[in-house]
């Protein structure tokens, strides 16, 4: 199973993005979205799990919320915008995986037993970061993380 991850589009949402995330079997948005034709872009490649960002502030939002924990064949995940909102124990709880946005700062990182992503961001520029979107790899209970950074 391939789950796409993107983050921090802010309203735009690159030709280049959409491409690298064709063929996945999930999407999962991290937050600052920007507008509901984002979301509805990316329905369109595949299935769609999305949480709210500091910047998604408009009524159209309301439904959506500010954390989810979702499960993959063996493998689950949890998902919020800001990771230094995060106030659980992940591996206390049985996450394998922490995805996140907010930073624009991709993250690659094992902390006690628990994957922390951070696919950086997709949308504007921020500083000298890069632009990326990632694909997480499930495999029964094995995870593969890849990052794709963007030439634009």
């Excluded at 309301?62 to 990771?83: G, M, N, S």
């Excluded at 700062?105 to 520029?125: F, I, M, Q, T, W």
Aim: negative net charge; proline residues 6%.
């Amino acid at each position: 199973m391939r789950i796409g991850l993107i983050a921090d589009t802010h309203n735009l949402l690159r030709p280049e993005a959409l491409a690298a995330l064709l063929g996945v079997d999930h999407l999962i948005h991290a937050g600052d979205i920007g507008g509901p034709h984002i979301l509805a872009e990316l329905q369109r490649i595949a299935p769609l799990s999305v949480v709210r960002g500091n910047n998604d502030q408009d009524s159209w939002t309301d439904a959506i919320p500010e954390r989810l924990t979702l499960r993959f064949d063996d493998i689950t995940l949890h998902v919020l915008h800001d990771l230094k909102q995060l106030d659980i124990d992940p591996a206390a709880q049985g996450i394998d995986v922490v995805i996140t946005g907010h930073s624009h700062k991709p993250l690659h990182e094992l902390r006690d037993g628990v994957l922390y992503l951070n696919p950086g961001s997709a949308g504007p520029r921020r500083f000298k970061l890069p632009i990326g979107v990632g694909i997480l790899h499930i495999k029964d209970d094995a995870v593969q993380f890849e990052l794709i950074t963007l030439e634009v």
